[in-house]
């Protein structure tokens, strides 16, 4: 563990007679890679390794933490400004250095942690999760919740074309994400900077509201397609992830197959076709992928008979799967 060591300065240096580096040559040049060695301000000190606050155990948080350290008001509209090129389209952000600060206290780089914000507004809390990933290889994800509120028409962000907060929040996570790719970042970073909109709705199924003796024999018939008309393939796929509990942020791939539009979300883990006129020979393919579930629209099939031979066709060719309709 004695070896020379070349700082930013330029300076050489060795440890001091009869003493040695804590850490091995090998183990110091990878933390040097990953910006994990410290070199004081003008980097002229002896190298120390930096910790993150998430790896210290039991640490106690000062209760006051200063401007220089975790940034103001005026330095979140000075991010804004570099995204927006007005420091005004959003009245109160939060500068990301302060989000930074506690997501080193509260979440670690390794454990998959979800952030949570459930008034998004200029997403600043996205911005510094991805740029809290960059700098440490984290792998951590964010959920934003933001109402569609409209913005003033006397405001800023109207003047640039934004209609709603939401629309603000969706643009500054697009921009940070391309700022932070293009910017130094730690090598272990998986560089995703991706991100899924949803919007909250009713449900996708109509509502029914008949009492039997309500009904004549040509009402059943009309109902049996319960799905409301206006409603996309697109939004029964995402009805059957939350149903089925699969991760929304999972990748979705569309494919046609036998000129049908076939969803595999997670390559095999959900195969979903949404469309009508469903033949056997297209189920007995399916069934061939041996999918972890399989979704159909009830009212998809060619015929009775198709709809009634699906569970036996993936008895026989796929037996683990899950069949459902809907």
């Not at 120390?48 to 509209?77: C, D, I, L």
């Not at 003047?159 to 970042?185: N, P, V």
């Not at 090598?187 to 029914?208: A, P």
């Not at 997670?266 to 056997?280: H, I, M, P, Q």
């Amino acid at each position: 563990q004695f070896f020379e060591v070349e700082l930013p300065s330029g300076r050489k240096i060795t440890p001091p007679s009869g003493r040695s580096w804590g850490l091995v040559e090998r183990t110091f040049n990878e933390l040097r890679k990953d910006n994990r060695i410290w070199f004081g301000a003008n980097g002229d000190n002896v190298p120390r390794v930096k910790r993150f606050m998430s790896e210290v155990e039991g640490q106690t948080v000062p209760t006051y933490w200063g401007h220089e350290e975790v940034g103001s008001n005026e330095a979140a509209s000075e991010e804004l400004l570099g995204i927006f090129d007005t420091p005004k389209i959003f009245d109160t952000p939060k500068p990301t250095k302060l989000l930074k600060r506690l997501l080193e206290i509260g979440t670690s780089p390794e454990k998959g942690h979800i952030v949570l914000d459930f008034f998004a507004g200029s997403a600043s809390t996205a911005h510094a999760v991805l740029a809290k990933n960059s700098e440490d290889g984290g792998n951590r994800r964010f959920i934003m919740i933001q109402m569609p509120e409209p913005v003033s028409d006397k405001s800023e962000a109207k003047k640039y074309g934004f209609k709603s907060i939401s629309e603000i929040s969706k643009t500054r996570i697009r921009a940070a994400g391309r700022q932070i790719l293009e910017a130094d970042h730690h090598s272990n970073w998986n560089r995703d900077v991706g991100f899924r909109v949803l919007k909250v709705d009713t449900s996708n199924m109509k509502d029914v509201y008949y009492r039997p003796d309500q009904l004549s024999q040509g009402d059943l018939l009309s109902s049996v397609d319960n799905v409301k008309p206006d409603r996309t393939p697109e939004d029964l796929l995402f009805q059957v992830l939350v149903d089925w509990g699969v991760d929304l942020t999972l990748p979705i791939r569309r494919e046609t197959i036998q000129g049908k539009t076939i969803f595999f979300v997670d390559e095999n883990a959900l195969v979903a076709c949404f469309d009508t006129g469903v033949t056997e020979e297209l189920v007995k393919d399916l069934a061939k992928a041996e999918p972890l579930r399989v979704v159909f629209r009830d009212n998809g099939f060619e015929s009775d008979a198709v709809k009634i031979n699906v569970e036996q066709i993936f008895r026989q060719l796929s037996p683990t799967t899950e069949v459902r309709a809907i």
